[in-house]
């Protein structure tokens, strides 16, 4: 069974470009979540989806935005960047919806220049 | 709101020796689960253990132990007979019970050290 597949795994982008990253789930699992990671604020929670339905957002400013499809693949996209914008940006997926293990991709490395 | 409290930035062990990870965390919730996930060098974090809180015994999975003080609201792992692959950074997290929900809180993380 493949994995949670996140693309691309590296992105360069300038100040005030906007930027979509794509999260490819496994197979079956209908719960997607983002989760931005630095090594000032650590892992934080961006959005979650479910059935094509955002259930939960996290603290983010509007610029920070996703969605969900019908065959569950997500994007998150993220709008007029900012060089605090630079992580690492981590999709999961889940097999249930609900405090189900949560499987992860490798991660879209996003650099801000 | 509930938070996760990782207090050990670093840790290390010597190979096939124990080591002990800490884990505190703040809820006025009864019911919830904790987990714990490992991030290796390669980014991709993975499922160490799980635990429900209404479970009084403790979740084990071959060398990986954890110690759940409900009361404490602490969940310590334990790594015995340490191995070089279990190099990287560990990172404690809680999802609430109420609600339909897989949003993960995360601690800090640890990042553990083995050495040969």
């Known amino acids: 069974k493949a994995g949670v597949t996140q693309t691309p795994r590296y992105l360069i982008k300038t100040r005030g470009q906007q930027v979509t990253l794509s999260c490819s789930p496994i197979?079956?699992?209908?719960?997607v979540s983002w989760y931005q990671q630095t090594p000032g604020q650590g892992l934080q929670f961006l959005f979650e989806y479910f059935s094509e339905t955002q259930r939960n957002k996290g603290n983010f400013p509007g610029r920070f935005s996703g969605r969900q499809f019908s065959n569950s693949r997500s994007e998150m996209n993220v709008s007029t960047l900012e060089l605090g914008d630079s992580a690492l940006y981590l999709c999961?997926?889940?097999?249930?919806?609900?405090?189900?293990?949560?499987?992860f991709g490798q991660g879209t490395r996003l650099t801000v220049v | 709101a509930q938070t996760v409290t990782q207090s050990q930035p670093e840790m290390s062990v010597q190979e096939a020796e124990t080591v002990t990870l800490s884990c505190t965390y703040d809820t006025s919730e009864s019911d919830y689960y904790l987990f714990w996930y490992k991030q290796p060098p390669s980014r991709q974090m993975i499922l160490v253990i799980r635990?429900?809180?209404?479970?009084?015994q403790n979740a084990t999975e071959n060398r990986f132990s954890v110690n759940f003080q409900k009361a404490a609201k602490s969940f310590s792992l334990k790594i015995s007979d340490s191995q070089l692959g279990d190099a990287a950074m560990y990172f404690c997290?809680?999802?609430?019970?109420?609600?339909?929900?897989?949003?993960?809180?995360f601690g800090t993380g640890t990042l553990l050290a083995v050495q040969p």
């Open positions: 197979s079956g699992h209908r719960s």
């Open positions: 999961a997926s889940s097999s249930r919806d609900s405090y189900a293990e949560a499987f």
């Open positions: 635990q429900e809180a209404y479970k009084q």
């Open positions: 997290a809680y999802i609430t019970s109420y609600g339909a929900t897989n949003k993960l809180i």
